[in-house]
């Protein structure tokens, strides 16, 4: 019989867990992993959505069951909490990196702010060959989270991270 | 009137409106004008789903009588339906669409960050979310409002036409009653009069830049506060509720 594992344990298993739709950064770097809680037996895991129609979060919800379920917990609790209302100011450095090193543009900004609103243009990087020489295709790109962007130098289009 | 009564109300009210735009934005799905104008509605209406069914489920716990979002998404009638009237109606072309989402993304971008300080810790969360996508949204369809209001005499036409028939439907999303009394004193929702301020502030310069005319009627359209509804709705809900009614307890 195996010893309970400690939250730190669970926190590391479930850094395993990939974000379904971004798969090289894990929901613990994307910041939808928020707290995790042990009561007797039962595993609270808390998540929140990037985006509040976020496809992906039912995805998260059955992957964090498999993931415990691997050592032993089965009964598992999955919080979905809107508060504090998720930012990209989450994202570490080293994920944004990873994003970059996709082809994914990671946000630029420090969370929303008044040039969302009136559209002000941004200094963003083309992930491939790093010009800002780029052109907005749509504000609204392949997934919630993202826009589409075009780069006027490699000619290469590529989604950009969007900051709110 | 309960405290409880006019939140589970008030509750119908945002998922309902939240709920009926996302669905007539989702219509658009697969028949946009051009391929990034059609992932960017999906994009919109996936955001105002997410937002019903976080709305809807606060409702149904408000409520207290074990039933959930789903319950009041797909089982409820036209009659039980509070959403704004200016929700429900037709896509239409694209000047309708996007004369709809803007007049209506302006009243969001207010209410809700109104509702981020409500007293009502849920519903200031929900907000809080809620208001950095529709801040988001609101510069998408003002982008469209220039375009079109002041593009080509055609698509200024259909601009113009779309605005005549959906201003209409602006004046009931000010209107306030004894729901709107019960929260307003215990902080729970905002005064609709100071929004309203707000609204015509920012609607007025937007519509005068894109070439647009505010119509000269005074009739305004309502009755969403009492469920009752234009001919539209029931059609809508014909559609989005017929596979949860033909196999009401399906999983998956």
Known sequence: MSTTPTTENIFKLLSEIPDPEIPVINIIELGILRDVKQEGDQCTVVITPTYSGCPAMKVIEDDIRIKLKEIGIDNVKVDLVYTPAWTTDWISDEAKEKLRAYGIAPPEHSSIDKSLLTGKPRHLRCPQCKSENVTMISQFGSTACKALYRCNDCKEPFDYFKCI | MTLQQAKFQYLLRLGDSSLIIGHRLSEWCGSGPILEEDIALINIALDFVGNATAFLGYAATVEGNGRTEDDLAYLRNEREFRNLLITEQPNGDYAST??????YDVYTYYLYDALKSSKDE???????????EITYHLRHTTEWMYRLGDGTAESHERMQNAMNDLW?????????????????????????????EQWEAHVKPVIAEATLQIPSYNFKQKGSREGKHSEHLGFLLAEMQSVHRAFPDAKW
């Open chain 2, 168 to 196: 209409m439907f602006t004046g009931e999303m000010f209107d306030m009653d004894e729901v709107d009394q019960t929260l307003i004193k215990e902080g729970v929702a905002p005064d609709l009069n100071k929004i309203k």
């Open chain 2, 98 to 103: 996007i004369t709809r989402q803007f007049l």
């Open chain 2, 122 to 132: 849920t519903i200031a969360a929900l907000a809080t979310k809620s208001h950095k």
